[in-house]
């Protein structure tokens, strides 16, 4: 069998995330104990039922999971089984939000605040980030952007699909995207915000995207950047990744960000890389 652990903070998306392999075909059980998770996986084995994907929550609200995980996981890997472990994780300040937005109590500790909760789920299931397949924050993520992801990491485990690598423009000014992998800083670029009849306009437009484009500065840059990505992909997709989000970002996320992850998007799909973009901040920002 395919063993998917979903783990991870409360309230970072794991109920989501089984939602999500629920819908592909995943027998998914929540809050299992850990002492019954070798005695489960051999009663699948031996019924009728044709069962190859599990999906099993575990997480803070069973103390026994934080002291025996490793050695169960080991046993059931040593029993012929794929055992993925998937970590969901978000900011305290989004954490904190979403419980009081549900007006739920924290689960890890009886009584305490949920920044008490939040700091001590963290050091309980340190040991357990540490070892994960995948660690997904979603902190900036909306529930189908989530399932995408998680989607994306169990057809990319078994080869059903290439390795899938999101192309996002951003602006600084709202900050990092949390979820990159690879952030690449395009502020060295000139700026059609200081042209004036190409303020207004986005890195969509011809006229803005001609501008970027035909600076020498880019010309040179994009020859650069499109061998490092080439470079590295292929090594990513040995190492196993499903999954990688490589972010573009200026001022304002609006001028020079998207035409250049435009460019990228185009040269990449040309050569049948399983891509796909987006502009986070597209109608946010000027620069």
């Known amino acids: 069998m395919r063993i998917v652990i979903i783990t991870g903070l409360s309230g970072s998306g794991k109920s989501t995330a089984v939602k999500a392999l629920e819908d592909e075909g995943f027998f998914c059980l929540d809050n299992l104990p850990v002492s019954l998770v070798t005695t489960f996986t051999e009663l699948v084995e031996h019924s009728r039922e044709d069962i190859k994907d599990v999906a099993l929550v575990m997480d803070i609200r069973s103390r026994d999971f934080i002291k025996g995980y490793d050695q169960v996981f080991q046993a059931i890997a040593s029993a012929g089984h794929s055992v993925k472990i998937f970590y969901f994780d978000a900011t305290d300040e989004v954490l904190i939000r979403r419980f009081s937005e549900t007006r739920r109590r924290h689960p890890a500790l009886e009584g305490a605040s949920v920044p008490e909760g939040i700091r001590f789920e963290r050091d309980q299931l340190a040991g357990l980030r540490r070892i994960a397949t995948a660690i997904i924050d979603t902190s900036e993520m909306n529930v189908h952007r989530l399932k995408e992801v998680v989607i994306g990491l169990v057809k990319g485990g078994e080869g059903a699909l290439e390795m899938q690598v999101n192309l996002q423009s951003f602006g600084f000014r709202y900050g990092l995207p949390l979820e990159s992998d690879l952030v690449m800083d395009v502020r060295f670029l000139p700026n059609p915000y200081f042209v ?32 490092m990505l080439e470079f590295l992909l292929p090594g990513y997709r040995r190492e196993g990744k499903s999954y990688l989000s490589v972010s573009i970002g200026c001022t304002g996320g609006r001028h020079r960000s998207v035409a250049i992850a435009e460019e990228l998007y185009h040269y ?13 901040d597209i109608e946010k920002g000027l620069g």
Request: glycine share 4%; net charge positive.
């Open 196 to 227: 004036p009849e190409l303020r207004h306009f986005s890195g969509l437009e011809p006229g803005v995207r001609d501008y970027v484009l035909k600076q020498k500065e880019t010309v040179v840059f994009l020859e650069r950047f499109r061998d």
């Open 268 to 280: 990449f799909r040309q050569r049948n890389v399983n891509i796909k973009i987006s502009h986070r």
